[in-house]
């Protein structure tokens, strides 16, 4: 509880500094343009862009900590914030509340926005990251294949918050209590079985160390449980996913609002992008590929061509790699800022996807990844998404195991303002190209090196 209130307090304490700087950017503005509309007089129109620009920098996860983040990140999120609310705000002025507010006030303070904010976040980033940071990581693993594969997971994390310090093997783990006082972190593998683990984990506890666990499926069913008492036992109630008719209704209303904004925004890139594919490479523009939709029902997935035609003909269903030589020119091009999706706008104005949801999988594919996660099936149980929470937080090289935790984890936290941080946070997705590269393969520096752990 405690944890849980300083987090809140240091929430409130950034969104606070946030405001003061918004008031700040638009008295530099009005000063620079020795501008008679003063908004010291017109606080009502600058306390609201100032909301406004907190609400949108919300929405694209600007409060949700800056522990352990890059912050390139925050840089993102703070120049499509800005962008966004001029826009906005100026459309908003055009008919009420900020008529006194002129364009150049409007677009001059928001110039000045962007660096008052990206100096404090740097304030505040590299305070966090000197009593965060740097931490020694000791890695436990069952054996040493499973522990480089953690430790280079710290490495393609943002720097200078992880150091792969060691690797241990669970097999001697009646020695682990010699290696913990000179670490700070313990990060146990998911493949560990359950009653290891626990041992693991308490003997972490004692020694007051970080600890870092994968999270087994059923692990992610207990987040949300309500703690209640039977009689003297105490026990954790689960609550039942269902969808309301009014969620229903509420998805499917901002579905085809989204869509239809999304339609008129980006229809000049769908054209040209279908003169460039017919252009550049044999075929169709688009092609039409069988998916499972929502109960496992197949419907066809609308897509723009970034392969040669007829792809698969000889090899059958295979994930695309990251230098798959199927993949043409500008395909790769298309893959790397996902806009060979934006047919799948039709698919979900016709009904048979959302905006939001877990992506939508051959059945081929979803046969093999159900034999092997039972759970898998249980991303059926929602329409599929053209972009979801596992595209947003994980890569396209991400295994389908780690992504399935993510759907899982939409699934079971869905609202209306999940869908919308989501939608926005795929904006800056697009701008992020290591987060779009093929699956099977790493980047070209970690084929050519190995990151040194000792093991102990």
């Given at each position: 509880m405690l944890r849980n209130s300083e987090r809140r307090t240091g929430k409130m304490l950034l969104v606070l500094v946030d405001i003061a700087l918004i008031h700040l950017g638009y008295i530099t503005a009005s000063l620079l343009l020795d501008s008679a509309a003063s908004p010291l007089g017109n606080a009502q129109s600058v306390t609201y862009i100032a909301a406004l620009t907190c609400s949108v920098l919300y929405l694209f996860g600007f409060y949700s900590g800056l522990k352990r983040k890059g912050f390139t990140h925050l840089i993102y999120i703070i120049l499509f914030s800005i962008t966004i609310t001029a826009f906005l705000s100026i459309l908003g002025g055009s008919y009420y509340l900020m008529h006194d507010l002129s364009l150049e006030i409007v677009l001059t303070a928001?110039?000045?926005?962007?660096?008052?904010?990206?100096?404090?976040?740097?304030?505040?980033?590299?305070?966090?990251?000197?009593?965060?940071?740097?931490?020694?990581?000791?890695?436990?693993?069952?054996?040493?294949?499973?522990?480089?594969?953690?430790?280079?997971?710290?490495?393609?994390?943002?720097?200078?918050?992880?150091?792969?310090?060691?690797?241990?093997?669970?097999?001697?783990?009646?020695?682990?209590?010699?290696?913990?006082?000179?670490?700070?972190?313990?990060?146990?593998s998911p493949l560990i079985d359950e009653k290891q683990r626990t041992r693991l984990v308490s003997l972490c506890v004692k020694y007051e160390k970080e600890i870092l666990i994968v999270p087994q499926f059923f692990d992610l069913f207990l987040q949300g449980s309500v703690q209640q008492q039977v009689d003297d036992m105490l026990v954790l109630s689960i609550p039942a996913v269902k969808s309301t008719i009014v969620n229903r209704w509420v998805k499917r209303a901002f579905d085809l609002v989204g869509s239809f904004i999304l339609v008129l925004a980006a229809s000049p890139v769908m054209i040209l992008l279908w003169v460039l594919i017919r252009l550049t490479s044999k075929g169709p523009a688009l092609f039409k590929q069988e998916r499972l939709g929502i109960n496992g029902k197949p419907y066809l997935i609308y897509k723009f061509r970034s392969m040669v035609q007829d792809a698969e003909k000889e090899t059958g269903p295979v994930l695309a790699t990251e230098?798959?030589?199927?993949?043409?020119?500008?395909?790769?091009?298309?893959?790397?800022?996902?806009?060979?999706?934006?047919?799948?706008?039709?698919?979900?104005?016709?009904?048979?996807?959302?905006?939001?949801?877990?992506?939508?999988?051959?059945?081929?594919?979803?046969?093999?990844?159900?034999?092997?996660?039972?759970?898998?099936?249980?991303?059926?149980?929602?329409?599929?998404?053209?972009?979801?929470?596992?595209?947003?937080?994980?890569?396209?090289?991400?295994?389908?195991?780690?992504?399935?935790?993510?759907?899982?984890?939409?699934?079971?936290?869905?609202?209306?303002?999940?869908?919308?941080?989501?939608?926005?946070?795929t904006i800056r997705i697009l701008f992020q190209r290591g987060q779009a590269a093929g699956t099977g393969e790493i980047n070209n520096q970690k084929e050519t090196e190995v990151i040194p752990v000792t093991r102990i």
């Open positions: 928001s110039l000045i926005h962007i660096p008052l904010l990206i100096a404090s976040r740097l304030v505040f980033w590299q305070t966090i990251k000197g009593l965060h940071g740097k931490k020694k990581v000791l890695i436990i693993a069952n054996d040493e294949t499973g522990g480089i594969a953690l430790a280079d997971k710290l490495r393609s994390h943002y720097k200078g918050w992880y150091i792969a310090n060691g690797l241990f093997l669970a097999s001697g783990e009646n020695r682990l209590g010699d290696y913990l006082n000179d670490i700070d972190v313990v990060l146990i230098r798959d030589s199927r993949i043409t020119t500008i395909g790769r091009w298309m893959r790397a800022a996902r806009l060979d999706e934006l047919p799948q706008l039709y698919n979900v104005v016709k009904g048979e996807m959302s905006l939001v949801g877990p992506r939508p999988e051959r059945k081929f594919f979803c046969d093999q990844f159900q034999r092997e996660m039972e759970e898998y099936s249980y991303r059926m149980t929602v329409k599929p998404g053209l972009t979801g929470l596992a595209q947003v937080m994980a890569k396209y090289t991400t295994t389908a195991e780690d992504k399935l935790r993510f759907d899982l984890i939409y699934i079971r936290h869905y609202s209306l303002g999940s869908d919308i941080k989501i939608v926005l946070q």
